[in-house]
């Protein structure tokens, strides 16, 4: 699905990421976490060929990124940046809607196929009641659950989440994870994400991989990288780990 092979960026002589060799398997979600500006979301525009890399090559589905067209990326993967949706005077049916430009021929109208898909996704993430809505008029969370529905109505293989809860409360932040847990599981959808709160990660996440200083630290389970020994290593305090009363998977006490 996604295999980063030696892939480094250079930037003013500065590196940000050097040599970071990782897959992501169909159908998994997998983590991306580290303290701030180890290079995660460096990463995240690299594969999704927003940079190019100056080492190394990011495939997708078999193929170099550099080689897909926009529209036949647009059509297999689907980003959402941690700024999530500006709060364009734009109704929320119509920013829904853009998700199924992609799959649209130059000049064709959408079809009657889309606009059941449109509505199906709108009553799935709860936005039915405020399609007709201004993003402008929305908090935070719900612009948030909007740009998940653009991503879901987009139909991708992979979806790309850079700190999708960023800014948001306990309950939008479960929210926004648990529409795209329960996608994933629905369709098989392969997840990429990076997150600050590493108790979420260890909750939502198959896999982590973490990351410092623009190099892999350690990648596998929650286990084996929620540990108080490469915690207190990466960032520098020292945590405790207690087991989830329900998951029994490590949650981090400061």
């Not at 940046?81 to 049916?93: F, I, N, R």
């Not at 929305?138 to 612009?143: A, I, K, N, V």
Request: overall charge negative.
């Amino acid at each position: 699905m996604l295999s980063l092979q030696h892939v480094s960026k250079t930037v003013d002589e500065q590196t940000l990421v050097s040599d970071v060799s990782f897959d992501v398997e169909a159908g998994q979600c997998v983590g991306l976490i580290g303290p701030n500006g180890a290079g995660k979301s460096t990463l995240m525009k690299l594969i999704s060929g927003m940079y190019d890399v100056s080492d190394g090559q990011v495939l997708l589905f078999g193929q170099n990124v550099k080689r897909w067209s926009h529209k036949k990326k647009a059509q297999r993967v689907s980003v959402l940046t941690q700024d999530g949706l500006a709060p364009y005077p734009m109704t929320v049916y119509d920013t829904v809607m853009m998700g199924r430009y992609p799959h649209l021929k130059f000049f064709q109208r959408e079809s009657a196929d889309d606009l059941n898909r449109v509505d199906h996704v709108l009553a799935l993430t709860g936005l039915t009641d405020l399609k007709d809505q201004m993003l402008d008029t929305l908090s935070g969370g719900e612009r948030q659950r909007v740009a998940i529905a653009k991503a879901m109505v987009q139909e991708p293989d992979l979806l790309l989440l850079d700190e999708p809860t960023s800014f948001l409360d306990i309950g939008y932040q479960t929210e926004v994870l648990n529409i795209v847990k329960a996608w994933q599981q629905r369709t098989g959808l392969t997840v990429l994400m990076v997150l600050h709160d590493l108790n979420l990660a260890a909750q939502y996440c198959d896999r982590l991989i973490l990351i410092n200083q623009g190099e892999i630290v350690k990648q596998g389970s929650s286990d084996d990288i929620l540990t108080t020994e490469t915690l207190e290593a990466v960032y520098r305090t020292t945590p405790q780990i207690v087991r989830h009363p329900i998951k029994d998977i490590p949650q981090i006490l400061l």
